[in-house]
């Protein structure tokens, strides 16, 4: 209940609602295995590379950053405007 979590994951879609996705999945797997924490540092970002043929720099921009995000807030209901709202990289 004192821990923080950091997790970075890469991923061809990069949106508030993907994030909040990601979010409620890690929540409940943690739970699941009975390990609270207090607060996550989470970043989705798009991958560095497609690989398709030769190596290609995949480069849009844009990340959704939280910093220090409540567990507590992590529920379903309002999740995707409160992901919204704690992103760093749209202030």
């Given amino acids: 209940t004192n821990g923080m979590l950091v997790l970075y994951v890469k ?12 979010l ?3 929540k409940e797997l943690f739970d699941r295995a009975g390990i609270p924490f207090y607060s996550i540092t989470f970043c ?21 950053y939280l910093k220090n995000f409540l567990s507590s807030d992590i529920y ?13 990289e749209k202030k």
């Fill in 11 to 22: 991923n061809d879609t990069v949106t508030d609602k993907k994030a909040a996705e990601i």
């Fill in 24 to 26: 409620l999945k890690t």
């Fill in 44 to 64: 989705l970002e798009y991958p560095d590379y497609v690989y398709e043929g030769p190596v290609q720099p995949l480069t849009p921009k844009g990340e959704i």
């Fill in 76 to 88: 379903e209901e309002g999740l995707v405007q409160r992901v919204r709202a704690a992103d760093t």
